[in-house]
Nanobody
Framework: QVQLVESGGALVQAGESLRLSCAAS????????LGWFRQAPGKEREFVAA????????VYEDSVKGRFSISRDNAKNTMYLQMNSLKPEDTAVYYC????????????????WGQGTQVTVSS
Protein backbone atom coordinates (compact mmCIF):
# COMPACT_ATOMS: atom_id res chain seq x y z
CA GLN A 1 0.00 0.00 0.00
CA VAL A 2 1.35 3.40 -0.99
CA GLN A 3 1.81 5.80 1.89
CA LEU A 4 2.57 9.48 1.50
CA VAL A 5 3.46 11.72 4.42
CA GLU A 6 3.88 15.47 3.98
CA SER A 7 5.84 17.75 6.27
CA GLY A 8 7.29 21.22 6.32
CA GLY A 9 4.21 23.40 6.41
CA ALA A 10 4.46 26.56 8.50
CA LEU A 11 3.39 30.15 8.99
CA VAL A 12 5.68 32.49 7.06
CA GLN A 13 5.65 36.07 5.87
CA ALA A 14 5.17 37.14 2.28
CA GLY A 15 8.41 36.95 0.32
CA GLU A 16 9.87 34.17 2.43
CA SER A 17 10.67 30.62 1.39
CA LEU A 18 9.56 27.20 2.56
CA ARG A 19 10.35 23.62 1.56
CA LEU A 20 7.76 20.89 1.78
CA SER A 21 8.67 17.22 1.87
CA CYS A 22 6.68 14.14 0.93
CA ALA A 23 8.01 10.82 2.18
CA ALA A 24 6.76 7.98 -0.01
CA SER A 25 6.72 4.30 0.93
CA UNK A 26 5.08 1.02 0.07
CA UNK A 27 6.13 0.63 -3.56
CA UNK A 28 8.98 1.09 -5.95
CA UNK A 29 8.09 4.39 -7.54
CA UNK A 30 10.00 4.07 -10.81
CA UNK A 31 6.78 3.92 -12.83
CA UNK A 32 4.97 6.61 -10.85
CA UNK A 33 4.31 10.29 -11.25
CA LEU A 34 4.09 12.29 -8.04
CA GLY A 35 2.48 15.66 -7.63
CA TRP A 36 1.67 18.50 -5.28
CA PHE A 37 -1.82 19.92 -4.98
CA ARG A 38 -3.26 22.59 -2.70
CA GLN A 39 -6.61 23.59 -1.35
CA ALA A 40 -7.37 27.01 0.05
CA PRO A 41 -10.35 27.65 2.34
CA GLY A 42 -13.56 27.76 0.34
CA LYS A 43 -11.84 26.75 -2.89
CA GLU A 44 -11.43 23.58 -4.85
CA ARG A 45 -8.23 21.61 -4.74
CA GLU A 46 -5.86 22.67 -7.50
CA PHE A 47 -2.79 21.24 -9.18
CA VAL A 48 0.54 22.84 -8.28
CA ALA A 49 3.32 20.73 -9.80
CA ALA A 50 4.23 17.19 -10.78
CA UNK A 51 7.35 15.14 -11.41
CA UNK A 52 7.90 11.80 -13.09
CA UNK A 53 9.86 9.63 -10.73
CA UNK A 54 12.06 7.86 -13.29
CA UNK A 55 13.36 10.76 -15.42
CA UNK A 56 12.42 13.74 -13.31
CA UNK A 57 10.28 15.49 -15.90
CA UNK A 58 8.50 18.41 -14.23
CA VAL A 59 5.40 20.45 -14.90
CA TYR A 60 4.00 23.46 -13.05
CA GLU A 61 0.80 25.40 -12.71
CA ASP A 62 1.24 28.84 -14.25
CA SER A 63 0.92 30.87 -11.04
CA VAL A 64 3.88 29.11 -9.40
CA LYS A 65 6.26 28.94 -12.36
CA GLY A 66 9.54 30.61 -11.53
CA ARG A 67 8.79 30.57 -7.78
CA PHE A 68 8.27 26.90 -6.94
CA SER A 69 10.54 24.00 -7.76
CA ILE A 70 9.62 20.31 -7.50
CA SER A 71 12.28 17.65 -7.08
CA ARG A 72 12.77 14.12 -5.80
CA ASP A 73 15.47 12.14 -4.08
CA ASN A 74 15.30 8.58 -5.34
CA ALA A 75 17.53 7.21 -2.59
CA LYS A 76 15.32 8.70 0.13
CA ASN A 77 12.02 8.08 -1.67
CA THR A 78 11.16 11.68 -0.93
CA MET A 79 9.68 14.43 -3.06
CA TYR A 80 10.16 18.11 -2.32
CA LEU A 81 8.49 21.39 -3.16
CA GLN A 82 10.74 24.40 -2.76
CA MET A 83 8.57 27.49 -2.53
CA ASN A 84 10.19 30.91 -2.91
CA SER A 85 8.75 34.41 -2.96
CA LEU A 86 5.65 33.19 -1.19
CA LYS A 87 2.47 35.24 -1.50
CA PRO A 88 -0.62 35.36 0.72
CA GLU A 89 -2.55 33.67 -2.09
CA ASP A 90 -0.30 30.62 -1.69
CA THR A 91 -1.97 29.97 1.66
CA ALA A 92 -3.52 26.50 1.55
CA VAL A 93 -3.28 22.93 2.70
CA TYR A 94 -0.71 21.27 0.47
CA TYR A 95 -1.10 17.62 -0.46
CA CYS A 96 1.23 15.22 -2.18
CA UNK A 97 -0.23 12.56 -4.41
CA UNK A 98 0.91 9.63 -6.52
CA UNK A 99 -0.28 8.20 -9.82
CA UNK A 100 0.80 4.82 -11.13
CA UNK A 101 1.82 6.12 -14.55
CA UNK A 102 5.34 7.10 -15.67
CA UNK A 103 4.30 10.30 -17.40
CA UNK A 104 2.25 13.38 -16.59
CA UNK A 105 -0.89 14.60 -18.30
CA UNK A 106 -3.82 16.57 -16.94
CA UNK A 107 -6.01 13.49 -17.23
CA UNK A 108 -3.99 11.05 -15.14
CA UNK A 109 -5.57 9.83 -11.93
CA UNK A 110 -3.74 10.42 -8.69
CA UNK A 111 -4.95 7.48 -6.64
CA UNK A 112 -2.86 7.96 -3.51
CA TRP A 113 -2.88 11.02 -1.26
CA GLY A 114 -1.18 12.25 1.86
CA GLN A 115 -2.90 13.91 4.78
CA GLY A 116 -1.79 17.43 3.90
CA THR A 117 0.34 20.11 5.50
CA GLN A 118 -0.75 23.68 6.19
CA VAL A 119 1.08 26.59 4.62
CA THR A 120 0.05 30.06 5.76
CA VAL A 121 1.57 33.18 4.24
CA SER A 122 0.93 36.43 6.06
CA SER A 123 1.06 39.81 4.35
Amino acid sequence: QVQLVESGGALVQAGESLRLSCAASGRAFGTYTLGWFRQAPGKEREFVAAITWSVGYTVYEDSVKGRFSISRDNAKNTMYLQMNSLKPEDTAVYYCAAANVPYYSSSIRFAYWGQGTQVTVSS
